[in-house]
Each structure stands twice: as structure tokens, then as C-alpha cells.
T-cell receptor, first 113, second 116 residues
Framework: GAGVSQSPRYKVAKRGQDVALRCDPI?????LFWYQQALGQGPEFLTY????????KSGLPSDRFFAERPEGSVSTLKIQRTQQEDSAVYLC???????????FGDGTRLSIL | AQSVAQPEDQVNVAEGNPLTVKCTYS??????LFWYVQYPNRGLQFLLK??????LVKGSYGFEAEFNKSQTSFHLKKPSALVSDSALYFC??????????????FGTGTKLQVIP
């Protein structure tokens, strides 16, 4: 597709379960970002990939959060032993160049019961 | 550390009137500045950016923004508002960090309501 694709769009999980969120960036985009957007807030940076290399993971809230991009295209954000405070919209963005704007997917809305 | 302030949670404007959505920023070094719009249950959509050059930046859908270095502001403007402009608007600031990429910080958003 032409844009950033995220799946699933909605995910409901019970507290303690593991979840995996997928991001398919725009073809050829080197840079990939994950953000967490709480209700009524702006996106908060989680992590950054340049191709397959995770160059910045300073925004990951805890060691329960893990992201990978093994072949430099599709990325997965995994959250282990989910907690209620993990409920948020998780946004993925990609860009072609360091001076270009980020293009966002529609996000995955995660609800932890 | 870098930060963005959007002082208005909501801006109401009549259709056809000019609109302004305010943004101020704080950053070390030269800023990259962005405006994004978000519609319900959608991701952020890029409107315009300032990196260098002319202080007045023109973007998508008739929007523009003016970079003011002395006031550290980057207000979003449009000469004539449309009902379809009603959405959530985010200002963002980025800097080129040591890794060579932009690390972007977003504001908390301003809800624009255009009244028919």
C-alpha cells in the first residue's frame, strides 16, 4: 500500500497477557518510529529504527516493552505481561530521510482489561 | 531537553473567518518544526514543516505557519476556515541528534472547531 499500515487496529487483552503489534512502513523508508498516545495527549516517543538497527529505545517505559525490525522493513512492538496503564494508542511512523517528515499509520488501540 | 506548548486546548472559529492555532517551543540548537492534524480514530497527517529558509511556510489544504525565532513560536494559520478543518492539531519540534535522525516532541494538541 501507499501508506503506513498497522495491525490490528484494535486489540483487547487481559492483564498479564502478551501482545504483539505490527507496523508495515512505506516501502523504502529507512526510518521507523513507535509512539504511544494516551487519551487526550500527544504522541510520546518510544523507539527508533534505522533499517534493522534500533538506535534509540530511550522512550520504552519498561523492560516489558520490546521492539524489533529484523529485515529493515516490517516492525513489531511486543508488550509482555500487560498492565492496565499500557492501554493507549500505539502509532508507527516512517520517513525516507532524516530531514523529511514522518508519515503515520492509523495506530493500534490497545485496551487492557 | 526540547518541549512544545500549545496554550489552547480548543479554538472555535466561524466558517470563513481566519484561524490561528498557537505553538511555542523550546529547543537547543536549530529546530525542525512541524504541524500535524489528526481526525478521530486516525493517525497523524502531515501539514507542513520548517527546517530552514523562509519564515513563512505554506502547507497542505491552504494552511501556513510562521516561524518566529525571537518569540520561539510557530503558529498555524489559515485565511478562511472550513467546517472540514475541524480536527485535532499537533505542533511538534525536532532536533538532529547525535544519531543523525530527528527526535520529535509533540505538543498536547489543540482541538479546532469550525462553526458553520
Amino acid at each position: 500500500g501507499a501508506g503506513v499500515s498497522q495491525s490490528p487496529r484494535y486489540k483487547v487483552a487481559k492483564r498479564g497477557q502478551d501482545v504483539a503489534l505490527r507496523c508495515d512502513p512505506i516501502s523504502g523508508h529507512v526510518s521507523l518510529f513507535w509512539y504511544q498516545q494516551a487519551l487526550g495527549q500527544g504522541p510520546e516517543f518510544l523507539t527508533y529504527f534505522q533499517n534493522e538497527a534500533q538506535l534509540d529505545k530511550s522512550g520504552l517505559p519498561s523492560d516489558r516493552f520490546f521492539a524489533e525490525r529484523p529485515e529493515g522493513s516490517v516492525s513489531t512492538l511486543k508488550i509482555q505481561r500487560t498492565q492496565q496503564e499500557d492501554s493507549a494508542v500505539y502509532l508507527c511512523a516512517s520517513s525516507s530521510d532524516r530531514d523529511q517528515p514522518q508519515h503515520f499509520g492509523d495506530g493500534t488501540r490497545l485496551s487492557i482489561l | 531537553a526540547q518541549s512544545v506548548a500549545q496554550p489552547e486546548d480548543q479554538v472555535n472559529v466561524a466558517e470563513g473567518n481566519p484561524l490561528t492555532v498557537k505553538c511555542t517551543y523550546s529547543v537547543s540548537g536549530n529546530p525542525y518544526l512541524f504541524w500535524y492534524v489528526q481526525y478521530p480514530n486516525r493517525g497523524l497527517q502531515f501539514l507542513l514543516k520548517y527546517i530552514t529558509g523562509d519564515n513563512l511556510v505554506k502547507g497542505s489544504y491552504g494552511f501556513e505557519a510562521e516561524f518566529n525565532k525571537s518569540q520561539t513560536s510557530f503558529h498555524l494559520k489559515k485565511p478562511s476556515a472550513l467546517v472540514s478543518d475541524s480536527a485535532l492539531y499537533f505542533c511538534a519540534v525536532g532536533t538532529r541528534n547525535s544519531g543523525g535522525y530527528q527526535k520529535v516532541t509533540f505538543g498536547t494538541g489543540t482541538k479546532l472547531q469550525v462553526i458553520p
